[in-house]
């Protein structure tokens, strides 16, 4: 199976800052990766699919990039509403998994 | 737009079993594949097990493999999860989610429940 990693597990950042998070597959996935946002109890919700394709609705400050075994995602300008924790997800193939979260928290 | 909304939580004791349900609306059960995903307590999301669009496939973690079983009802657009044997390990939310945007192998997915509880202690 492959394993998802995230780095860091948590970030504390001001309004308008550039955050990035980081994803690492245990091998190589292509750009099938997605990130999701999730809010205290509340599902969650897919941003970026196939590694860099935004969701229908989602702010454009949000963007993600990467391939193989390394991803990013990117906040371009730190939003209060931005407060949540970010997962990726691989979907290469059969188990699909996730990574353990980032928790965003704004200064 | 689908909804999805889930329910059959309940707190049960170990060794016992509960069947959750998915109900769609806004789209039909058989053009999609819908996934399982729990969360447990204060943790991070967990995929469980899928049904392909056409009821043939089924996947399954290894965590639930031989316990958990999906199913679904094509006349009432339902998708059921049977939990069997619970263990403590098992207590989560338990969300349903649209499969969308495949590799041709596995999904991401779209649209999820609102989620339902499953507690299981003694």
Redesign the interface.
């Known amino acids: 199976?492959i394993q998802m990693t995230q780095s860091p597990s948590t970030l504390s950042a001001s309004v308008g800052a550039r955050v990035t998070i980081t994803c690492r597959a245990s091998q190589s996935i292509?750009s099938?990766l997605?990130w999701?946002q999730?809010k205290p109890g509340k599902?969650?919700?897919?941003l970026i699919?196939?590694a860099s394709?935004l969701?229908r609705g989602v702010p454009s400050r949000f963007s993600g990039s990467g391939s193989g075994t390394e991803f990013t995602l990117t906040i371009s300008s730190l939003q209060p509403d931005d407060s949540a924790t970010y997962?990726c997800?691989h979907?290469?193939?059969?188990?699909?998994?996730?990574?353990?979260?980032t928790r965003v928290e704004i200064k | 737009q689908v909804h999805l909304v889930e329910s059959g939580g309940d707190v049960v004791q170990p060794g016992r079993s509960l069947r959750l349900s998915c109900a769609a609306s806004g789209s039909t059960l058989n053009l999609h594949i819908i996934h399982w995903v729990r969360q447990a307590p204060g943790k991070g999301l967990e995929w469980v097990a899928a049904e392909s669009f056409d009821g043939i496939s089924r996947y399954y973690s290894d965590s639930v493999k031989g316990r958990f079983t999906v199913s679904r009802d094509i006349t009432t657009n339902t998708q059921y999860l049977q939990l069997n044997n619970l263990r403590t390990e098992d207590t989560a939310v338990y969300y349903c989610a649209r499969g969308a945007y495949t590799s041709g192998y596995c999904d991401v997915f779209d649209t999820w429940g609102q989620g339902t509880m499953v507690t299981v202690s003694s």
């Open positions: 199976d292509s099938w997605a999701y999730q599902a969650p919700k897919l699919y196939m394709s969701e997962y997800q979907n290469s193939r059969y188990p699909p998994s996730f990574g353990p979260g």
